[in-house]
């Protein structure tokens, strides 16, 4: 399957408004927003648990980097709630579900072969920094080649993002303007390297949540064939 591959072309997906598509275990459905590959892929989906879903325990042999956007997150290692950030490096495995149910936004495949690093950013973990235009950022992860961010925006707010490597960004809530159209909850943009990113937040302003890195680094870690 391929789906939004052109890394080239701004591509803007209203997520909250596509149906969702079963997922081979029972009870687990999707969103597929970037997708390289069948089963084993290389993707970015949005995915939904209903209560009392998992999935057998699995490895992820490319890493697995993801946020909690509804309920509860479980696994071996822990609860997560809404607005946990989570990564699992290469060569990372567990049994996911959830009991209450939840919605997470996943990123599979898409990690370099030496980040070897876990993290977990559960709410209240990191202080938000405010700016001058009142914007309140926290910055999730660093790393050799990319950085994840958390904003939000007042009001009507006008700003920018630089974008020299990139941009995916997930609108959590409120309204955005950007000139590839209006973001709402959910909405996933990407945008490639050097392509503008001036936003105005609408006029309940907007939570989101952003990576700036190279779109398609040529160091992932490599896919099985077939």
Not at 201 to 208: I, Q, R, T
Request: net charge negative; proline share 9%.
């Amino acid at each position: 399957m391929q789906l939004n591959t052109d890394m080239a072309r701004p591509v803007l997906v209203q997520a909250d408004q596509m149906g969702w598509v079963p997922s081979p275990a029972a009870g687990i459905e999707r969103r597929m927003l970037f997708r390289i590959g069948a089963e084993k892929a290389r993707a970015t989906s949005i995915v939904r648990y209903a209560p009392g879903s998992r999935f057998a325990r699995h490895e992820h042999p490319g890493g697995e980097e993801f946020l909690v956007l509804e309920g509860v997150f479980q696994d071996e290692t822990g609860d997560f709630p809404a607005g946990s950030y989570v990564r699992n490096p290469p060569g990372s495995a567990h049994a996911p579900g959830s009991d209450a149910g939840c919605t997470i936004f996943v990123r599979l495949w898409q990690f370099r072969p030496d980040d070897h690093a876990r993290i977990v950013v559960r709410p209240g973990d990191i202080s938000a920094r405010g700016g001058q235009t009142g914007i309140m950022a926290q910055t999730l992860f660093t790393g050799t080649d990319e950085q994840v961010v958390s904003e939000t925006w007042p009001a009507d707010a006008i700003t920018e993002i630089p974008n020299p490597d990139g941009l995916e960004i997930l609108l959590l809530s409120g309204r955005a303007r950007h000139d590839q159209g209006m973001l709402e909850r959910w909405s996933w943009l990407r945008l490639p390297p050097g392509s503008p990113a001036h936003f105005q937040a609408g006029p309940e302003g907007a939570a989101l949540w952003y990576k700036s890195a190279p779109l398609l680094h040529r160091s992932l870690c490599p896919m099985p064939a077939g």
